[in-house]
């Protein structure tokens, strides 16, 4: 299972990254990227980093743990188990691609603050707000179900943090300054990652982001 891990976390990066930056490109003369790597105190900064750190964890350092030895967890080592995995592995690199290509002209990888794009919200933003960082997680949770260690476990845990940090105090915040009340109509319909789970609902979240947006901060699969 540890070189089917390796495979996937390869595909994703080939599809839903590489990939997914040629397509845009050749769409729209833009690669979509707004994303610095060096770092620059932002909030924003250290949540995709630690992302990209979870990615890494699940996808290398968990399979190559593995392979020196290190032991799967015993109430995960399942036949059944792994093959789900590799199911929601798949299933989550398609959803992931058919989420990032919903976006159309709009998909960026991190946040300019002064760049404005169109609010989508047809298509599977129907069902959820992020369904590209949904999607990541089920790809993720797939690959660590597939190689279920300690070291997986971890990498998961990390994503789900930083895909929580990202979504609630960069993107969100951004999204109400530039949308205003489109987005808080949209919000207040749409759950967060989850459908139904996580819309903006009252007043109080409404003050919520207004206060995250006066919090001073540099500057979305």
Avoid at 17 to 32: E, K, N
Avoid at 62 to 78: I, K, S
Avoid at 101 to 127: C, K, N
């Amino acid at each position: 299972m540890a070189i089917a891990v390796f495979a996937l976390f390869a595909a994703n990066i080939l599809v839903v990254g590489a990939g997914r930056r040629r397509i845009q490109l050749r769409r729209t003369g833009d690669s979509g990227n707004r994303r610095t790597w060096r770092p620059d105190g932002s909030l924003e900064w250290w949540a995709l980093a630690g992302t990209d750190l979870g990615y890494i964890t699940v996808g290398l350092a968990a399979p190559l743990a593995a392979l020196v030895g290190l032991a799967v967890l015993p109430p995960l080592d399942n036949v059944i188990l792994r093959g789900t995995g590799v199911v929601l592995a798949v299933l989550g690199l398609v959803l992931t691609l058919t989420a990032q290509l919903s976006l159309g002209a709009s998909w960026r990888i991190g946040i300019d603050a002064a760049e404005r794009s169109d609010l989508v919200t047809a298509g599977v933003y129907r069902v959820a707000r992020n369904p590209i960082f949904a999607a990541v997680i089920i790809t993720f949770a797939g690959m660590a179900i597939m190689l279920p260690n300690l070291v997986a476990v971890a990498g998961v845990l990390i994503i789900v943090i930083g895909i929580k940090v990202q979504v609630r105090l960069a993107e969100e915040p951004y999204l109400r300054r530039v949308h205003g009340a489109a987005y808080l109509a949209f919000a207040s319909r749409v759950g967060r990652f989850i459908p139904g789970v996580g819309r903006l609902q009252s007043q109080r979240d409404y003050r919520y982001g207004h206060a995250e947006q006066r919090c001073p901060r540099k500057e979305p699969s």
